[in-house]
Structures are given as C-alpha cells and as structure tokens.
C-alpha cells in the first residue's frame, strides 16, 4: 500500500518560508503524477499545485504563482512544495497526493483523481 508522510510545516511570519517535503513508499515514482493541495477551516480542499509524471507539465493556485515550487526527487522517493513569502492567507492543512498515470504529459487538479494521499501537515502563517 503505498504510504505518504508530510514534514516541514509549522508556525512562520508572513513573509517567511518553508518546504515542505512528502516521503513515499513508491519505488518508481516517475510513474506518479503529483500535487499539493490544502484546505483552510470551513473551506474546500483546494489544489495548490500540481506536476505531471515528467514534470514538464505545472499547475499552480493563481494566488501563490511565482511563490510556491513543486519539485520531486525520484531516486529518494521525495515530493517537496519549497514556499516562499508566505502569507497569512496560506493558513491551511497541506496534503501531498499521487496518481498513478499510465501516459506522461497531464497533471491533474481534481482531488478524486488521486490515488494516495498524505495525513495532513499544518501550516500557519501569522506575526
């Protein structure tokens, strides 16, 4: 079964950064399409960002363009989300998420797409 755990989250000044990193127990992750999403209290979960299998395709939540950076590292089975000048309005619940894909080229922004999902891991943006 595959198994994702989210690190790096916590409490940061507006303005500061954090990476967040999501270890999986998936051996050919190159085969997985990925995401980040998150989900504030009383909101929908929402998808942040979101990379094909090949990485050559990204999406990104219009309010952190030019902030947030997906990234992978399929030899040590890692997915990070690198966010920087962070803002109060990124308060949420992250979860990194994976889809196994069967062609390369498409990212996928519907959470019911995914296959595998992270617990969650807080992020909280306040002075």
């Known amino acids: 079964q595959l198994r994702l755990v989210e690190s790096g989250g916590g409490l940061v000044q507006p303005g500061g950064s954090l990476t967040l990193s999501c270890a999986t127990s998936?051996?050919?992750?190159?085969?997985?399409?990925i995401a980040w999403f998150r989900q504030a209290p009383g909101k929908e979960r929402e998808p942040v960002s979101c990379s094909s299998n090949t990485d050559d395709t990204t999406y990104y939540l219009g309010s952190v363009k030019g902030r947030f950076t997906i990234s992978r590292d399929n030899a040590k089975k890692m997915v990070y989300l690198q966010m920087n000048n962070l803002k109060p309005e990124d308060t949420a619940v992250y979860y990194c998420?994976?889809?196994?894909?069967?062609?390369?080229?498409?990212?996928?922004?519907?959470?019911?797409?995914?296959?595998?999902w992270g617990h969650g891991i807080q992020v909280t943006v306040s002075s």
């Open positions: 998936e051996f050919t992750l190159s085969s997985y399409a």
């Open positions: 998420a994976l889809k196994s894909v069967a062609y390369s080229g498409a990212y996928f922004k519907d959470p019911n797409d995914y296959d595998a």
